[in-house]
């Protein structure tokens, strides 16, 4: 469960975090307005995500699933998920802020996600 949270949500928010960097990168800032166009469009930015980050993301996630059981505490458990996101990303990507930054932003959101869903602490 908590790798398909990965797996289902990290890619296509990390997809929407290079949009976003790319946009404001090759826009000098978004100097010009933005459309109705690209507010539409925005959503389907992220699915772009999913070739390059399904991979980062399934390995954040059983990593993280299997350490899961013995991190009791829920902030720690979210801190080390990011990390790991942006660890993975760099390894698997390329040590870039392009990959990274979508690596633990997308980490971080399928975290919270995973939360309801990741194994429990045990004695």
Do not use: C, E
């Not at 908590?2 to 960097?21: E, H, T």
């Amino acid at each position: 469960m908590v790798v398909g949270a990965f797996v289902l949500l990290g890619p296509y928010v990390g997809g929407l975090v290079v949009w976003l960097m790319l946009a404001v990168d090759s826009f000098g800032g978004l100097a010009r307005p933005l459309t109705i166009k690209d507010v539409l469009g925005f959503p389907f930015a992220g699915l772009i995500g999913y070739p390059f980050g399904a991979i980062p993301a399934a390995v954040t996630g059983l990593i993280g699933g299997a350490l899961s059981a013995s991190i009791r505490s829920k902030p720690l458990w979210i801190v080390l998920v990011t990390a790991l996101g942006g660890l993975v990303s760099g390894m698997i990507l390329g040590w870039s802020l392009l990959f990274m930054l979508p690596g633990v932003i997308g980490a971080f959101v399928a975290g919270l996600l995973a939360l309801q869903v990741r194994p429990r602490w045990r004695n």
